[in-house]
T-cell receptor, first 114, second 115 residues
Framework: DTAVSQTPKYLVTQMGNDKSIKCEQN?????MYWYKQDSKKFLKIMFS???????INETVPNRFSPKSPDKAHLNLHINSLELGDSAVYFC?????????????FGPGTRLTVT | AQTVTQSQPEMSVQEAETVTLSCTYD???????LFWYKQPPSRQMILVIR??????QNATENRFSVNFQKAAKSFSLKISDSQLGDAAMYFC????????????FGKGITLSVRP
């Protein structure tokens, strides 16, 4: 029944490793997003995809690479992890074509880089 | 660029009382949407209420209502009959109209509810 799900919920890893976070939505939405929430709780957009096409690509290091195999999934792969990547990463989705524009968020993935 | 400002980092309210959380924004767009999200300790982001800029009527959702002052670019959230479960961080967010726009968030405000 979960509308937007993310796996894993917690991820602890060492510097230099490569990791992925997966996101799936069962709302039938056409657009998905990745947000980063830093240690001060500030939320900022990273990427968005509409029907598998990259729409928004904020100033994010190219170690971060999103991939959307279909419009229900948006994964985030991070290469060569750094201490500063520690944060909570949220996936979200919305149905843009209907003009409703509400974004629904997943539960977040807390990434800790040691 | 659009900015969203929440100048109060923390607020406290007595259970059953009313509290108002402030938010101001800056934009040159005429078509935009404003939202309040709640983030309890579980960290789940929950949509509380939304307001379309073209609507003059303030949005309401049960105990939650907004005071949307378009000319002043102000968008405050009023919580009536506060409950212990309302304790959370609240984020004000803006997006321009049209498809594929990002949400711009304020820094958030931590609301505590005293029993």
């Amino acid at each position: 029944d979960t509308a937007v799900s993310q796996t894993p919920k917690y991820l602890v890893t060492q510097m230099g490793n490569d990791k992925s976070i997966k996101c799936e939505q069962n709302l039938g939405h056409d657009t998905m997003y990745w947000y980063k929430q830093d240690s001060k709780k500030f939320l900022k957009i990273m990427f968005s995809y509409n029907n598998k096409e990259l729409i928004i690509n904020e100033t994010v290091p190219n170690r971060f690479s999103p991939k959307s195999p279909d419009k229900a999934h948006l994964n985030l792969h991070i290469n060569s992890l750094e201490l500063g990547d520690s944060a909570v990463y949220f996936c979200a989705s919305s149905q843009e074509t209907l003009g409703a524009y509400e974004q629904y968020f997943g539960p977040g993935t807390r990434l800790t880089v040691t | 660029a659009q900015t969203v400002t929440q100048s109060q980092p923390e607020m406290s309210v007595q259970e059953a009382e009313t509290v108002t959380l402030s938010c101001t924004y800056d934009t040159s767009e005429s078509d935009y949407y404003l939202f309040w999200y709640k983030q309890p300790p579980s960290r789940q982001m929950i949509l509380v209420i939304r307001q379309e800029a073209y609507k003059q009527q303030n949005a309401t959702e049960n105990r939650f209502s907004v005071n949307f002052q378009k000319a002043a670019k102000s968008f405050s959230l009023k919580i009536s009959d506060s409950q212990l479960g309302d304790a959370a961080m609240y984020f004000c967010a803006y997006r321009r109209g049209g498809a594929n726009s990002k949400l711009t968030f304020g820094k958030g405000i931590t609301l505590s509810v005293r029993p």
